[in-house]
């Protein structure tokens, strides 16, 4: 019993750690898309405006 105590910890820790590491990558993924900032959903799809990025 203590065997599998010990692997499920390990196996535990592992995917903590993993979740970790996931989570600092989606958070510092820095993608700005050109439509989203500063709440503006779709205003570069219809008009342009000087807080639109052109992606080209």
Request: charged fraction near 15%; aromatic fraction near 8%; hydrophobic fraction near 55%.
């Amino acid at each position: 019993m203590a065997t599998l105590t010990r692997r499920f910890i390990i196996i535990c820790l592992v995917f903590a750690i993993f979740a970790m590491l996931m989570a600092a990558a989606v958070a510092n993924s820095d993608r700005t898309s050109r439509g989203w900032n500063g709440g503006m959903i779709d205003a570069c799809a219809f008009q342009i405006s000087p807080h639109c990025q052109l992606d080209r």
